[in-house]
T-cell receptor, first 111, second 114 residues
Framework: GENVEQHPSTLSVQEGDSAVIKCTYS??????FPWYKQELGKRPQLIID?????GEKKDQRIAVTLNKTAKHFSLHITETQPEDSAVYFC??????????FGKGTTLSVSS | EAQVTQNPRYLITVTGKKLTVTCSQN?????MSWYRQDPGLGLRQIYY???????DKGDVPEGYKVSRKEKRNFPLILESPSPNQTSLYFC?????????????FGPGTRLTVT
């Protein structure tokens, strides 16, 4: 089955810096790669996703890149703000299967 | 309002006392799943369902049961809870009949088994 590895487990940046979180997956047939943000005490919520027919997707300050050959995808957050502080989860799935999550990255943005 | 609801939100119980955590969605979603969240271990899937009467084991199904008799409901049953099932539980649902769509999470149920 699918296995998703996520790094780093914790990440501390200064406000205004960029943050990058990386994930690798094992199943070459996986074709859907979402990222979820979980603020303290709240439920996870989707912030961006990408499908395997696209190499990069951007939404304002966040972007996701996908390298199918290397089987890894990354979340990029530019101009970080204190409200970006949260736990971020990557995930992967292929058609007809469950969504498998990475273990999460705790991002701390200090002002 | 489109939402996923879970009840109860908090529960403290004793070892061996059967309990059920309910999950309901009003979005006519095909796919529903249960996760447990523990520090350092992320979101681990317990069971998922791609449609009514169709359920499959996730990564950590031991000690749990589920049923999907109606499209909107997906209860999680702990027949004989043990302390290692103390955790934060999330139910989620999505439109498609697989994990390849946005998951809408419920508010979570914090379970403590003593």
């Amino acid at each position: 089955g699918e296995n998703v590895e996520q790094h780093p487990s914790t990440l501390s940046v200064q406000e205004g810096d960029s943050a990058v979180i990386k994930c690798t997956y094992s199943d070459s047939a996986s074709n859907y790669f979402p990222w979820y943000k979980q603020e303290l005490g709240k439920r996870p919520q989707l912030i961006i996703d990408i499908r395997s027919n696209v190499g990069e997707k951007k939404d304002q300050r966040i972007a996701v890149t996908l390298n199918k050959t290397a089987k890894h995808f990354s979340l990029h957050i530019t101009e970080t703000q204190p409200e970006d502080s949260a736990v971020y989860f990557c995930a992967a799935s292929r058609a007809g299967t469950a969504l498998i999550f990475g273990k999460g990255t705790t991002l701390s943005v200090s002002s | 309002e489109a939402q996923v609801t879970q009840n109860p939100r908090y529960l403290i119980t004793v070892t061996g006392k059967k309990l059920t955590v309910t999950c309901s969605q009003n979005m006519n979603h095909e796919y529903m799943s249960w996760y447990r969240q523990d520090p350092g271990l992320g979101l681990r899937q317990i069971y998922y369902s791609m449609n009514v009467e169709v359920t499959d084991k996730g990564d950590v199904p031991e000690g749990y049961k589920v049923s999907r008799k109606e499209k909107r409901n997906f209860p999680l049953i702990l027949e004989s809870p043990s302390p290692n099932q103390t955790s934060l539980y999330f139910c989620a649902s999505s439109f498609g009949a697989s994990g390849g769509y946005e998951q809408y999470f419920g508010p979570g149920t914090r379970l403590t088994v003593t």
